[in-house]
């Protein structure tokens, strides 16, 4: 059964890190494009940031130069690296994968809970 | 970049049919085939229902359907039932560096 399941979430200071985890079974996360999207309270769903099979990666720019991308195929899992954590980074955070021939989201997990606050 | 515009809400009775519009520019909708839709029932993962525009996913019931003109792409739900009462949100890919970015959103009602 193609699944993604994300991990990591939780409470953290403001300016503090943390890494969410998403990970895949029924499919290769390095042969597909993998992508995580945020929903915070009350608002609607925003696109964090992208990485490609080939290894590139984009970000939004709300997120640029705070976050990183990337997967451990040994894993099958990809990651989210957060650091300078802002309470606008309170959200749910999505992962999901990319089909690439129409860049459609056709697989998603049920998402992990951030709340940034002191 | 800014979020693609739709209406905040969207209601009809059972069985009629409804259309939700998602508004770009031709940085994105307007100039991609690559638009898509997802079904969003709060507390759960979202669901792709319309990709490359008009494209229905295996196991998408065909009351969904879509379209675009210009700039503007919209998702038309026939035949409308209670199941469909959810959040609705397009997306598109963009020609700037952030690549994706998604509509505002649509709450769909059931009256």
């Known amino acids: 059964e193609v699944q993604l399941v994300e991990s990591g979430g939780g409470l953290v200071q403001p300016g503090g890190s943390l890494r969410l985890s998403c990970a895949a079974s029924?499919?290769?996360?390095?042969?597909?494009?993998m992508t995580w999207v945020r929903q915070a309270p009350g608002k609607g769903l925003e696109w964090v940031s992208v990485?490609?099979?080939?290894?590139?990666?984009y970000f939004a720019d709300s997120v640029k130069g705070r976050f990183t991308i990337s997967r451990d195929n040994s894993k099958n899992t990809l990651y989210l690296q957060m650091s300078s954590l802002r309470a606008e980074d309170t959200a749910v955070y999505y992962c999901?994968?990319?089909?690439?021939?129409?860049?459609?989201?056709?697989?998603w997990g049920q998402g992990t809970t951030v709340t940034v606050s002191s | 970049q800014s979020a693609l515009t739709q209406p905040a809400s969207v209601s009809g009775s059972p069985g009629q049919a409804i259309t939700i519009s998602c508004t770009g520019a031709?940085?994105?909708?307007?100039?991609?085939?690559?638009v898509s839709w997802y079904q969003h029932h709060p507390g759960k993962a979202p669901k792709l229902m319309i990709y490359?525009?008009?494209n229905r996913p295996s196991g998408v019931s065909n009351r969904f359907s879509g379209s675009k003109s210009g700039n503007t792409a919209s998702l038309t739900i026939s035949g409308l039932q209670a199941e469909d009462e959810a959040d609705y949100y397009c997306?598109?890919?963009?020609?700037?560096?952030?690549?994706?970015?998604f509509g505002t959103g649509t709450k769909v009602t059931v009256l």
């Open positions: 031709s940085s994105d909708v307007g100039n991609y085939e690559y």
């Open positions: 990485i490609y099979s080939g290894g590139g990666s």
């Open positions: 029924g499919f290769t996360v390095t042969n597909n494009y």
């Open positions: 999901a994968r990319i089909d690439h021939s129409y860049y459609g989201m056709d697989v």
């Open positions: 997306s598109s890919y963009t020609s700037y560096s952030t690549i994706y970015v």
């Open positions: 490359e525009v008009s």
